[in-house]
T-cell receptor, first 114, second 113 residues
Framework: DAGITQSPRHKVTETGTPVTLRCHQT?????MYWYRQDPGHGLRLIHY???????DKGEVSDGYSVSRSKTEDFLLTLESATSSQTSVYFC?????????????FGEGSRLTVL | DAKTTQPNSMESNEEEPVHLPCNHS???????IHWYRQLPSQGPEYVIH???SNVNNRMASLAIAEDRKSSTLILHRATLRDAAVYYC??????????????FGTGTRLQVTL
């Protein structure tokens, strides 16, 4: 199994509070991603990173920011959480170019915004 | 990213083969066809991928139409542990800047005794 861990795994917070989710990998992979999953929508890409300090937006990036100061850590921040951000968040890491983009996913972080 | 179309759900009996279809009529010549699955309460996991030729691995087989406008994931003998949502995804090869997968809503496979 790929060495990828997400924290926290579960969090309940109130509207308007900041929240940071952490994705940590031990595989030294270049690519890291944050997805959210909601009923009826499958997985949607929030932000991704293709190297330290190199990040870009996905399809649902509004209300989220990310940072990657080290290869192994990719942080997702909700500056002011809203109820619409209640979701399950998955981090993924990308393997070598030779495998044409196979991704390994974490176990997910369930966030509830009251 | 090019789009894929999958049935919302399928059912299979245990120990029988399962053929999960995927249509991707707008696929480009360099798009890879990826399949992932997601078991209940878990993150997605990679199943298989291919470009033009049929592919086999320990989990499944991938049959790709000659015109590449459709593909089929084949589970040779379904077990209860194969009950999951299966995602068919198209992906461009790495360009040196970023690589990303766009998931649809997938096919929910139910396996019964």
């Amino acid at each position: 199994d790929a060495g990828i861990t997400q924290s926290p795994r579960h969090k309940v917070t109130e509207t308007g509070t900041p929240v940071t989710l952490r994705c940590h990998q031990t595989e030294n992979h270049r690519y890291m991603y944050w997805y959210r999953q909601d009923p009826g929508h499958g997985l949607r890409l929030i932000h991704y990173s293709y190297g330290v300090k190199d990040t870009d937006k996905g399809e649902v990036s509004d209300g989220y920011s990310v940072s990657r100061s080290k290869t192994e850590d990719f942080l997702l921040t909700l500056e002011s959480a809203t109820s619409s951000q209640t979701s399950v968040y998955f981090c993924a890491i990308g393997t070598s170019l030779a495998k044409a983009g196979e991704l390994f996913f974490g176990e997910g972080s369930r966030l509830t915004v009251l | 990213d090019a789009k894929t179309t999958q049935p919302n759900s399928m059912e299979s009996n245990e120990e029988e083969p399962v053929h999960l279809p995927c249509n991707h009529s707008t696929i480009s010549g360099t798009d890879y066809i990826h399949w992932y699955r997601q078991l209940p309460s878990q993150g997605p996991e990679y199943v298989i991928h291919g470009l033009t030729s049929n592919v086999n691995n320990r989990m499944a087989s991938l049959a790709i139409a000659e015109d590449r406008k459709s593909s089929t994931l084949i589970l040779h003998r379904a077990t209860l542990r194969d009950a999951a949502v299966y995602y068919c995804i198209l992906r461009e090869p790495h360009t040196g800047t970023a690589s990303k997968l766009t998931f649809g809503t997938g096919t929910r496979l139910q396996v019964t005794l």
